[in-house]
C-alpha cells in the first residue's frame, strides 16, 4: 500500500485565522507539524488574491490557493510559473454582465462601483484592506437596491447568462459556476498528476459556503461558528472542541496521526 499524499485545505476567516484578531498563533504548532511532513496548507478562502498573498508571506505558505470562494485557482506549472484558474467566470465577463442588467432597470451598487473610501465605510476594512478587497478577479460583492421580487428576476437572469447569486452576511456576490468544493477538486487532480500515491483530502471550515467543500473531502473539520455550528452529512465529518485556530490546531494534530497509524498498519 503506497502511502497517501495528504492535502490540507482551509478557510481562513473564522477557522485558520482567529475571528477578533486574525491570528494563527493558537495554530503553529499543526502549521509546524504539516509543514515538516511536507503536506500542502491550501488556503480556500473567499478572500482575493492580494488579500491572500499577504497572508502567505507572513506565514511563508508557498503552497496553491483558491481565492473568491472557488473562482480563481492559483497554482505553479511544470516549469515553476504561478497559473491562474478561473473555473467560472472571470471579473470582465460578470461586470459586462452585470452593466447590461443595470441598462436594463435592475438596481444595484458593487464593489467596481464603489471608491476604496466607500468600501471601507460599509465593511469597516481599513483603505489598505478596502484596496485589496477590490482587486477581484472572479466574484463581484454588491449591494441589493431593488425589491425581493426584482431580486428574484435577478437571480434569473444572471443564470440566464451562467452566473449565480450567492447570499452572504451583508452582500449579494455574483460569480460563475464555480465554488469552494469544485477548486478542492480542481487541485486534487493538479496533485493527482505529479504522484503515483493515491491523494487524501482534510478540509476545515465554519461557514455555509464551506459545507460543499467539506462534504466533498475525505476527512472534514467542521470548526465552531461565532453564532452557530455548521451540520454537514458525512461518515468521517468532525466538530472541533473549539472555534478559530485552537480548534483547527486541535483537530489537524490527533487526525495526522491517525492517518499515520492507519497507514503503518495497512
Same mark, same amino acid.
Request: net charge negative; glycine share 8%.
Given at each position: 500500500?503506497?502511502?497517501?499524499?495528504?492535502?490540507?485545505?482551509?478557510?481562513? =476567516?473564522?477557522?485558520?485565522?482567529?475571528?477578533?484578531?486574525?491570528?494563527?498563533?493558537?495554530?503553529? #504548532?499543526?502549521?509546524?507539524?504539516?509543514?515538516?511532513? =511536507?503536506?500542502?496548507?491550501?488556503? /480556500?478562502?473567499?478572500?482575493? $488574491? #492580494?488579500?491572500?498573498?499577504?497572508?502567505?508571506?507572513?506565514?511563508? /505558505?508557498?503552497? %496553491?490557493?483558491?481565492?473568491?470562494?472557488?473562482?480563481?485557482?492559483?497554482? #505553479?506549472?511544470?516549469?515553476?510559473?504561478?497559473?491562474?484558474?478561473?473555473?467560472?467566470?472571470?471579473?470582465?465577463?460578470?461586470?459586462?454582465?452585470?452593466?447590461?442588467?443595470?441598462?436594463?432597470?435592475?438596481?444595484?451598487?458593487?464593489?467596481?462601483?464603489?471608491?476604496?473610501?466607500?468600501?471601507?465605510?460599509?465593511?469597516?476594512?481599513?483603505?489598505?484592506?478596502?484596496?485589496?478587497?477590490? $482587486?477581484?478577479?472572479?466574484?463581484? %460583492?454588491?449591494?441589493?437596491?431593488?425589491?425581493?421580487?426584482?431580486?428574484?428576476?435577478?437571480?434569473?437572469?444572471?443564470?440566464?447568462?451562467?452566473?449565480?447569486?450567492?447570499?452572504?452576511?451583508?452582500?449579494?456576490?455574483?460569480?460563475? /459556476?464555480?465554488?469552494?468544493?469544485?477548486?478542492?477538486?480542481?487541485?486534487? =487532480?493538479?496533485?493527482?498528476?505529479?504522484?503515483?500515491?493515491?491523494?487524501?483530502?482534510?478540509?476545515?471550515? =465554519?461557514?455555509?459556503?464551506?459545507?460543499?467543500?467539506?462534504?466533498?473531502?475525505?476527512?472534514?473539520?467542521?470548526?465552531?461558528?461565532?453564532?452557530?455550528?455548521?451540520?454537514?452529512?458525512? %461518515?468521517?465529518?468532525?466538530?472541533?472542541?473549539?472555534?478559530? #485556530? $485552537?480548534?483547527?490546531?486541535?483537530?489537524?494534530?490527533?487526525?495526522?496521526? $491517525?492517518?499515520?497509524?492507519?497507514?503503518?498498519?495497512?
Amino acid at each position: 500500500m503506497k502511502t497517501p499524499s495528504i492535502l490540507v485545505f482551509t478557510d481562513l =476567516d473564522g477557522t485558520l485565522l482567529d475571528h477578533h484578531n486574525y491570528s494563527t498563533a493558537a495554530a503553529q #504548532p499543526a502549521l509546524d507539524a504539516l509543514k515538516a511532513a =511536507d503536506i500542502p496548507v491550501i488556503f /480556500n478562502t473567499s478572500k482575493t $488574491q #492580494p488579500e491572500v498573498l499577504r497572508l502567505r508571506r507572513a506565514l511563508g /505558505n508557498t503552497s %496553491p490557493y483558491v481565492c473568491e470562494n472557488g473562482g480563481a485557482i492559483y497554482y #505553479p506549472d511544470d516549469a515553476g510559473e504561478w497559473q491562474c484558474e478561473l473555473p467560472g467566470a472571470s471579473y470582465d465577463d460578470i461586470l459586462k454582465v452585470l452593466l447590461q442588467l443595470r441598462r436594463d432597470g435592475f438596481r444595484f451598487r458593487g464593489f467596481n462601483d464603489m471608491t476604496e473610501t466607500e468600501v471601507a465605510a460599509i465593511t469597516g476594512l481599513s483603505i489598505d484592506d478596502a484596496h485589496f478587497a477590490k $482587486q477581484r478577479a472572479a466574484t463581484e %460583492p454588491l449591494l441589493w437596491q431593488g425589491s425581493d421580487d426584482e431580486l428574484t428576476a435577478f437571480a434569473a437572469t444572471l443564470e440566464h447568462h451562467q452566473l449565480r447569486l450567492l447570499k452572504g452576511g451583508r452582500f449579494y456576490h455574483v460569480m460563475g /459556476n464555480a465554488d469552494k468544493a469544485s477548486a478542492m477538486t480542481w487541485l486534487a =487532480d493538479y496533485y493527482r498528476t505529479q504522484t503515483e500515491h493515491p491523494i487524501v483530502t482534510i478540509a476545515l471550515g =465554519d461557514g455555509g459556503n464551506d459545507k460543499a467543500m467539506l462534504e466533498a473531502a475525505d476527512y472534514p473539520i467542521v470548526i465552531p461558528g461565532e453564532h452557530a455550528t455548521l451540520s454537514i452529512d458525512h %461518515p468521517k465529518g468532525q466538530t472541533a472542541k473549539s472555534k478559530g #485556530p $485552537q480548534g483547527w490546531n486541535d483537530s489537524v494534530l490527533p487526525l495526522l496521526t $491517525q492517518l499515520h497509524k492507519e497507514n503503518l498498519s495497512g
